[in-house]
């Protein structure tokens, strides 16, 4: 088969509120995951060899524990598929950055080769799968904008209003372990229902502990409170306000300070890799 390139999107957590935390060390939180117009794109290139191969090899990551690695074989081993393949990366969203690429690249991997390879499995199959991999897999297997629960694995789709949103990259990569592992982590947020969700209710449980251990973080929830009420995302560390239009988020971008990375990016309530699968049951399949 010719290669195929579908995306990788990227997400950010409107808000991240952690309401508990579970015998296993697990954190029970909330969330709602706002699925973004960017992100990283991967190319497939089936083989009969059954060999599944990286490039390029991404900084600090060894192959074998690259997550698209470890999706590819876990899908070889739960449907004993013989098929192998080629896949080549293109990055675009930053590592370490609150911002889901590694997610959802194990995400796109499930997706895309259990239609490549013809394995046949269910959406819900293929999220239990993701969710060995990371508990941000399966909102980008299901490819819906959501609110999220448990260890952000229950998920309830949402209709967001579509607004355009700026993110800010300080040159910092955030370990999501330290900072779910500090004694200052707030873990005590009362639960909020569905319906009583509202933007004035949002913030991030983790970004005190992130803005004291990473000053560069809190100077860009500084920069950028100049526009609107910011938030971090995930454990960090980018940091996103939003905007009614994309003309006044680009004029925004163009002043980001140099030394930190910066991206306009359209909010979704359907990711853009789903919606490339369906135009393949409609015959127009996107090649790379």
Known sequence: MSPVTLPSPAKLNLFLHITGRREDGYHNLQTVFQLLDYGDSLTFTPNNSGKITISPNLDGV?????????????LQQKTNCTQGCDIQIDKKIPMGAGLGGGSSNAATTLVGLNTLWQCGLEPETLADMGRELGADVP??????????????????????PEQ???????????????????????????PIKIRALSGEQYRNDCQAVVEKLYPAVKQALEWIKDYNSPLMTGTGASVFCSFDNQAEAVKALELVPKQWNGFVARGVNRSSLHQQLENFFTGAWPSG
């Open 139 to 160: 909102v980008f297997v299901h490819g819906n904008s959501a609110f999220a629960e448990g260890i952000g694995e229950q998920l309830t789709p949402q209709e967001i």
């Open 62 to 74: 060894i192959a074998k524990d690259n997550l698209i690695v470890r999706a590819a074989k876990l």
């Open 164 to 190: 355009w949103y700026l993110v800010v990259t300080p040159n910092v990569h955030v370990s999501t372990a330290e900072i779910f592992s500090n004694p200052q982590l707030t873990r005590n947020t009362s």
